[in-house]
């Protein structure tokens, strides 16, 4: 290729052109010549370009337009080439392009075309020789730096914290955006600086490039805190990591590093140090807090639960109200018309009403855990044998009923009338869920807990009584059996049921110190539980019943009446007085403890127990009888703490009546306290 000529001057692009040039020759990477005659567009060029373009050699030598010899180029290419050419003939001088051409072989290849464009003396553009130089192997390693760069930038800008690359002199090679956060500049501005170059304080900086110098001089990886400051000023350390950079013969050629902000773990540490200083102020102010958001939880769960409770009571006392307002306005009216027939009827429909509601409030009280229990020992076999009859008349004669009792069964100290009406409840649901046929089997047995986890039971280790109501009908879902103890929740059809039977059961069971669990499962069947603490002692073997009160007529005895509620207190009055009894009405416990202290003479008093005024009616009775020892006492109530009437069954010559109440009980309560008072007066 001596033959090579240039005809005009050189000037530094040429100069350039040159250079590369004679490293071509030098290196054998020329890949094909031509020449351009511009004025002819007539291309003439040696048999390595016509191979290089996929060209036939001949016509190559003797001449192709432009046009034909383009055609080869990339089309991604052509319009960049075209404009490169065009603007070297334009100018004159140097021409230098990259592309890619279609080879012999079917295959693009890059190579670099170098060229001069030659004017005459009038500056027309006559020659435009060139040679073509082959850098596929040049381009294919830039694409995979540029590939292994691009997944560097990746894999840094996906790494938390800040991540870099630095030279053998510290400049900024690579970083991702922490790195980028960290400085508080661009990366256009770092990128290829030192740290003096870009951080504004020279003395950290100095500081950062002595500790990277020491690490690639050593060849030895560390992880040190560097104190640091933010791009707002704000002090900060980082925890770094930092090792060398090596290249492919184990020569350090820089330093990688990545490091993460540790300035909240130190203030943690610090603040651990203080704390130990105080820790058990810290630790009560603490689970002061998590009581307080607990108590607070409990509160919005009460709250939601009160008012899905009281939504129901609403519902049920509306009907009950209604039947009872309805009913009384019709005797009203039948007896301003003299249709006296038809009160009996009407005074019938509200009396069941007052019942209902009766029911309703027991049922309410009993899943609260507030009614009025009588425990005694009991023989539950004894007790679930004496229901059989009741249970099968209940469930009906196509459900078969089967009883198995455990024959070492224990006693169990109980209100036993509250289990026989519990026990009723679990056979008429479990009859509900059979559809008019199949098996209800109740069986007892001994369970001995002994405060295992695998039990979830709310009970204290101990012995108690398994008594189970199982069914083969429909099961329950477990969504289902999970609400069914919740007040008012109900699968049967509206109208059909009150949705309190088992929530009443479940809180019978609770106030007895007992509890309840539920096992069912779709299309199986379901088994209800109940578990009863264990009596030590001796019990009767027979279940006696209490008989009907009887209305019976007083004697001039003395009874004080004393209730907050004008309406019960009347009636009460009424109803003793006319029995014959002599009746003296206070509204509240302050004023009844006077009279009980006057000189006045009291046979029995009837009090209820909540009372206005800071004085109860049971703690107004016990002051009384501090005088008048064995004074009979007659507690009527609508609502009791547990604790208020255990104390209140404790004390002799006392009884108790829930409110609302029949007339014949109480006064069949009231006769029996004036028999104990006379016996008092006897014995004084």
């Keep these: 290729m001596a033959d090579i000529k240039v005809h005009a001057p050189l000037d530094h692009r040429s100069q350039e052109a040159s250079e590369r040039l004679q490293l071509a020759l030098e290196a054998g990477a020329i890949v094909g010549t031509w020449v351009w005659d511009i004025p002819g567009d007539r291309f003439t060029a040696d048999e390595r370009f016509a191979r290089t373009f996929g060209l036939c050699p001949r016509q190559c030598q003797e001449g192709l337009p432009l046009k034909v010899v383009t055609g080869s180029i990339h089309p991604d290419d052509v319009i960049r080439v075209e404009a490169a050419i065009g603007e070297a003939i334009a100018r004159g001088g140097a021409y230098r392009c990259e592309y890619r051409v279609l080879s012999a072989s079917g295959t693009y290849r890059w190579i670099e075309a170098n060229s001069h464009a030659e004017m005459d003396a009038n500056g027309v553009p006559r020659r435009f020789p060139g040679i073509l130089l082959d850098i596929e192997t040049r381009r294919v390693a830039e694409a995979e730096r540029d590939k292994i760069a691009a997944l560097l930038r990746t894999f840094a800008e996906a790494v938390p914290g800040v991540v870099y690359a630095k030279d053998r002199h510290g400049r900024m090679l690579v970083a991702n955006h922490g790195t980028t956060q960290l400085i508080g500049k661009p990366q256009d501005f770092y990128l290829g600086k030192t740290d003096l170059d870009y951080l504004d304080d020279k003395a950290q900086a100095q500081v950062v490039m002595e500790t990277d110098r020491r690490i690639m001089e050593s060849g030895v ?35 990688i590093g990545s490091s993460i902000d540790v300035t909240a773990r130190k203030e943690a540490e610090l603040a651990v140090k203080e704390l130990n200083q105080t820790l058990e102020e810290r630790i009560r102010a603490a689970v002061q807090d998590r009581e307080e958001a607990e108590r607070a939880m409990h509160h919005s769960q009460k709250m939601e639960a009160v008012g899905q409770l009281t939504g129901g009571i609403a519902h049920d006392f509306n009907n009950l109200l209604a039947g009872i307002s309805g009913s009384l306005e019709l005797v009203q009216i039948r007896m301003a018309q003299g249709r006296l027939a038809d009160v009996d009827k009407y005074i019938t429909v509200a009396q069941g009403a007052v019942t209902r509601a009766a029911s309703l409030t027991h049922r309410l009280l009993a899943f609260s855990r507030r009614q009025t229990l009588s425990p005694s020992p009991t023989d539950v076999n004894a007790l679930v044998r004496g229901m059989e009859e009741l249970v099968t008349r209940s469930v009906g004669p196509e459900i078969r009923l089967r009883i198995s009792t455990a024959s070492d069964l224990w006693p169990a100290l109980i209100d036993p009338a509250q289990l026989e009406n519990a026990l009723l409840n679990l056979c008429i649901n479990a009859r509900d869920a059979l559809l008019d046929c199949g098996e209800i089997h109740i069986h007892t047995s001994n369970l001995v807990h002994d405060g295992s986890a695998d039990l979830d039971y709310h009970l204290m280790p101990g012995g108690y009584l398994n008594i189970c109501v199982s069914d083969n009908g429909s099961g329950m879902s477990p969504k289902t059996a999970a609400k069914a103890i919740e007040p008012f929740f109900t699968t049967k059809p509206a109208g059909t049921g009150t949705g309190l039977g088992l929530s009443m059961v479940y809180g019978f069971a609770r106030q007895s110190g007992g509890d309840l669990h539920i096992k069912s499962e779709e299309g199986a069947g379901t088994t209800i539980c109940l578990y009863l603490p264990r009596y030590e002692g001796e019990v009767a073997t027979e279940i006696t019943h209490t008989a009907h009160s009887v209305i019976l007529p007083g004697n001039g005895e003395t009874v004080l009446v004393v209730d907050d509620e004008p309406s019960v207190r009347m009636l009460v009055a009424e109803l003793l007085s006319g029995l014959g009894y002599h009746v003296i009405e206070a509204a509240d416990g302050v004023t009844g403890l006077q009279l009980l202290q006057s000189e006045t003479r009291i046979d029995v008093l009837v009090s209820d127990i909540g009372l206005p005024g800071g004085m109860n009616g049971r703690e107004m009775a016990g002051i009384a009888r501090k005088s008048l020892r064995g004074l009979p006492v007659l507690f009527i109530t609508g609502y009791a703490e547990s604790a208020v009437m255990e104390k209140a069954h404790l004390e002799p010559r006392t009884l108790v009546l829930t409110k609302p109440f029949v007339l014949d009980a109480l006064s069949s309560r009231v006769a029996t306290l004036v028999k104990l008072s006379k016996m008092r007066s006897t014995r004084q």
Excluded: M, R, Y
């Design 221 to 255: 990886a560390e992880q040190i805190e560097e104190n640091v400051s933010h791009s707002d000023g704000s002090p900060a350390t980082w925890l770094s990591v930092k090792t060398p950079l090596l290249n492919e013969h184990g020569e350090v050629i820089g330093l």
